[in-house]
Nanobody, 117 residues
């Protein structure tokens, strides 16, 4: 099965930006929908972005206008550009493929994003 490795997280001040990468060990073309998901202690899990092979994207209101997901199937990589970061964005960010509303690949380690002044 395809394995996923997230990277690009770090510590950033409010208003700052980060670009996360999700590198897959194999082709992601067979996964029409790829997404980013975040998790933080004491907070509800949240799907923050999805993208299809045709380029259709979806975002919840919490990140809309600030985050942008993209994918490069030739590189088997999915990205999440995060701008205007807020402390509420602090979480571990994971990527995965979605089918039928479910994440179908084994979770990677995730990448920590901390937004703090």
């Amino acid at each position: 099965q395809v394995q996923l490795v997230e990277s690009g997280g770090g510590l950033v001040q409010p208003g700052g930006s980060l670009r996360l990468s999700c590198a897959a060990s194999g082709s992601i073309l067979g996964f029409n929908t790829m997404g980013w998901y975040r998790q933080a202690p004491g907070k509800q899990r949240e799907l923050v972005a999805t993208i299809t092979n045709s380029g259709s994207t979806n975002y919840p209101d919490s990140v809309k206008g600030r985050f942008a997901i993209s994918r490069d199937n030739a590189k088997n990589t999915v990205y999440l550009q995060m701008n205007s970061l807020k402390p509420e964005d602090t979480a571990v960010y994971f990527c995965n493929a979605l089918r039928g509303g479910y994440f179908v690949l084994t979770w990677g380690q995730g990448t920590q994003v901390t937004v703090s002044s």
